[in-house]
């Protein structure tokens, strides 16, 4: 039995670097979905929809960033650096049929000194892919995320595991979160535009979805 997946999802992950871009680009891919990456640090030195440009075809539309900030650092700060107050209600979703919005950082990342990157969600009011990266610690990062996400009321469309696979705390996250794995991105040294339909083809047929 297939599966209705959201049109529309809101990717983090459970902190800053474990892959959310990466998924978010196999979610595009795999949806035949829309890139919206509405608050964005680091600007100066490179850009998540920049990087969604390389790995995806034409086809993707990638609406601009409300925020694109300079420095890489948290939201508040970098915008506390250009004298720049963030508006929570300057996001508003565009108009499409289906998305992938990213956010930046975790999900208690301060957007500015009154807002998380949380509360940027429940403004969206979008359901949540949670990416997952192995590392010392991640099980206790990903219970707690998930935690803050039902604390929240926000719905959950599931877990994506990236990079290496550690099969017992897959099993332990799922055990105590009772949450659904979505898929796994496999590990790779060169991410590229083949590798990305690839990863998105696996993701299709785990998620038992047609193209």
């Known amino acids: 039995m297939r599966e209705k997946f959201p049109d529309k999802i809101f990717v983090t992950g459970i902190g800053t ?72 209600n300057k996001f508003v979703l565009p108009n499409t049929e289906r998305i992938v919005v990213e956010g930046a950082g975790g999900l208690l990342v301060p957007v500015n000194r009154k807002l998380l990157m949380i509360d940027l969600i429940q403004h969206l009011q979008l359901p949540v892919v949670l990416v997952v990266q192995h590392y010392l610690g991640d099980i206790n990062h990903a219970l707690l995320s998930i935690e803050a996400l039902q604390h929240r009321n926000i719905a959950i469309t599931g877990l994506i595991f990236n990079s290496k696979s550690f099969l017992d705390n897959e099993e332990t996250i799922q055990h105590f979160s009772k949450q659904k794995t979505l898929g796994h991105i496999a590990e790779s040294e060169t991410i590229h535009i083949a590798w990305v339909n690839e990863q998105a083809n696996h993701l299709l047929a785990s998620l038992n979805l047609q193209q």
Not at 39 to 49: E, F, R, V
């Open 17 to 88: 670097g474990v892959g959310k871009t990466i998924a978010a680009a196999v979610l595009c891919k795999a949806i035949k979905a829309n890139y919206w990456k509405p608050l964005q640090t680091g600007a100066a030195i490179d850009s998540d929809s920049s990087t969604i440009k390389h790995l995806l075809d034409s086809e993707t539309t990638i609406y601009p960033e409300t925020y694109l900030l300079q420095h890489p650092s948290s939201p508040h700060y970098a915008a506390t650096l250009e004298k720049i107050e963030i508006d929570v």
